[in-house]
């Protein structure tokens, strides 16, 4: 499927880990995760490109990790030493092309809790 599907949240303490999943078809050339806590702005958290070449955060910097497995058309972001400010809503989006378009779609988010 074209739109991203997204799993794995949940809640956990502060200092554990969560690792989320990004499922969808199509000839994509990036994942994006986001986030978005609440009361504040929607924030790009970790990209990952067609080429290869990554973004994070620099909150998230050495702490969260973005890897893809093409096999299974899914994208991961690795959580550890989870914070509470890490809590929000996740979304995962993806660039690709259909038909000769381009197309952007976003997941429905999954919901990480983070609890001190």
């Known amino acids: 499927q074209l739109q991203p599907v997204e799993s794995g949240g949940d809640s956990v303490q502060a200092g554990g880990s969560l690792k989320l999943s990004c499922a969808a078809s199509?000839?994509?050339?990036?994942w994006t995760w986001y986030r978005q806590a609440p009361g504040k702005a929607r924030e790009l958290v970790a990209k990952?490109?067609?080429?290869?070449?990554?973004t994070y955060a620099d909150s998230v910097k050495g702490r969260f990790t973005i890897t893809e497995d093409l096999a299974k058309d899914t994208v991961y972001l690795q959580m550890n030493s989870l914070k509470t400010e890490d809590t929000g809503l996740y979304y995962c989006a993806v660039d690709g092309w259909h038909d000769g378009n381009p197309y952007n779609y976003w997941g429905q988010g999954t919901r990480v809790t983070v609890s001190s």
């Open positions: 199509g000839d994509i050339y990036s």
């Open positions: 990952i490109n067609q080429d290869g070449s990554l």
